[in-house]
């Protein structure tokens, strides 16, 4: 069965920390892996990796993909208490049309 | 550009009941997917539409079902609720259905589905 597992489940740390996320998968025909961040109800993406782009940066967000060792990391660095969320990472994979999503890391940023 | 709408925001119901959820997608996109979060886990896949067919369908019973309208909006109905079926209950769009390098999912706000 395909499953998507997150670490931690949750974090605590203060502004200006630096923060590792961590998504490893076991699916069958991988096709990508995204991350999201949920701060009250609905998901907002922040990035894409597949096999053609296995690292992607937005300003303090940055995230790798290992698809030897079936994982993913996001890194928040200089974090704020905006940075406060639950993160979701998901997989998609070939021949379905579902993204398959772990159960997120809830991230407090305190001031 | 409004984003993915649902309605309504909240619903209380009880056990035994049916419930209809709505989902007006981003003007443009033609796919519509829902998910299920329960309390503390991720989103679960329910049913995918596109073009107002049924593209994929989750691990769920026959107790849900959805369908797409001309205009692209969507409904999910749960009949003969039960308590476990409390939960935030999400609608994404997409342009066309999931696959290579169009997996970005924009997701509304969700209904929040609380069962007595």
């Known amino acids: 069965e395909d499953k998507v597992v997150q670490s931690p489940l949750s974090l605590v740390v203060h502004e200006g920390d630096t923060v590792t996320l961590n998504c490893s998968y076991e699916?069958?025909?991988?096709?990508?892996l995204l991350w999201y961040k949920q701060e009250k109800k609905a998901p907002t993406f922040l990035f894409m990796l597949t096999s053609s782009g296995i690292e992607k940066k937005s300003g303090r967000l940055s995230s790798i993909l290992d698809k030897k060792e079936l994982f993913s990391i996001l890194n928040i660095t200089a974090t704020q208490t905006g940075d406060s969320a639950i993160y979701l990472c998901a997989v998609g994979v070939d021949s379905s049309y579902k993204l398959i999503f772990g159960s997120g890391t809830r991230l407090l940023v305190r001031p | 550009d409004a984003g993915v709408t649902q309605s309504p925001t909240h619903l209380i119901k009880t056990r035994g009941q049916q419930v209809t959820l709505r989902c007006s997608p981003i003007s443009g996109h033609k796919s519509v997917s829902w998910y299920q979060q329960v309390l503390g886990q991720g989103p679960q896949f329910i049913f995918q539409?596109?073009?107002?067919?049924?593209?994929g369908r989750g691990n769920f019973p026959d107790r849900f079902s959805a369908r797409q309208f001309p205009n692209y909006s969507s409904e999910l109905n749960v009949n003969a609720l039960l308590l476990g079926d409390s939960a935030l209950y999400l609608c994404a769009s997409s342009l066309y259905p999931l696959g290579g390098s169009n997996e970005k999912l924009f997701f509304g706000s969700g209904t929040q589905l609380s069962v007595l």
């Open positions: 539409y596109y073009e107002k067919e049924e593209r």
């Open positions: 699916v069958t025909n991988f096709r990508s």
